[in-house]
């Protein structure tokens, strides 16, 4: 079964530091991939995905993932983050085999100080 | 358009109740998935519906069952209740996962 795993439980950063948070997933097959943020008191908004072609995707606010097939990961950059980008990230992983079941890491919080 | 809604927002229930929580999909959305986060994770597949059929299922027994009706909004129903079941139970609609899900706020379940 497709599993996903994110590295970090919670990263405290400064505003304007950099940000990665790392994503790998278990499944052999092909996949499709997606970073979800939930900002606090509300809904989980998808930010980016990544099907297929170009395996570096962009998303809104200046988020970008890279897909690193060999890695099996798909890690999530914002070059220079904001107190705005304070929130929990969520890894999604659909096997593309199966449509129906999208599954999600245990998430990043992410906490930004100004 | 309008996004998913979900209600009620919060509930309060004991140990071997049932309980119902409903999903309004976004418009134009033919296809519903119900998740439950626990606290500190993510979120966890229960199952999905597809033009009112089951389209695949999670790792939740049977006393985790749903409907879908043709407006496309859809019900999670829930047996026997255990203290283990406290979570946000979160719906998802989504017209093609091409686009991703749309999020619904979720119901806030407590069993005590």
């Known amino acids: 079964a497709q599993s996903v795993s994110q590295h970090n439980h919670h990263v405290i950063l400064s505003e304007a530091a950099s940000l990665e948070l790392g994503c790998n997933y278990s499944y052999g097959g092909t996949v499709n991939l997606f970073w979800y943020v939930q900002y606090p008191g509300q809904h989980l908004q998808l930010l980016l995905k990544?099907?297929?072609?170009?395996?570096l995707v962009k998303g809104i606010k200046g988020f970008e993932a890279e897909f690193i097939k060999s890695k099996f990961s798909f890690n999530l950059r914002k070059p220079s983050v904001q107190w705005s980008d304070t929130a929990e990230y969520f890894c999604?992983?659909?096997?593309?085999?199966?449509?129906?079941?999208?599954?999600f890491g245990a998430g990043t919080r992410l906490t930004v100080k100004p | 358009e309008t996004g998913v809604t979900q209600s009620p927002t919060h509930l309060i229930k004991t140990r071997g109740q049932q309980v119902t929580l409903r999903c309004s999909s976004q418009?134009?959305?033919?296809?519903v998935s119900w998740y439950q986060q626990a606290l500190g994770q993510g979120p966890q597949f229960i199952f999905q519906y597809y033009r009112e059929e089951e389209n695949g299922r999670g790792n939740f027994p049977p006393r985790f069952s749903g409907l879908q009706f043709p407006n496309y909004s859809s019900e999670l129903n829930v047996n026997a209740l255990e203290l283990d079941d406290s979570a946000l139970y979160l719906c998802?609609?989504?017209?093609?996962?091409?686009?991703?899900?749309?999020f619904g706020s979720g119901t806030r379940l407590t069993i005590v």
């Open positions: 998802a609609s989504s017209s093609s996962l091409v686009y991703g899900y749309t």
């Open positions: 999604a992983v659909n096997a593309n085999s199966n449509n129906n079941d999208m599954r």
């Open positions: 418009s134009g959305h033919n296809t």
């Open positions: 990544y099907f297929s072609g170009d395996p």
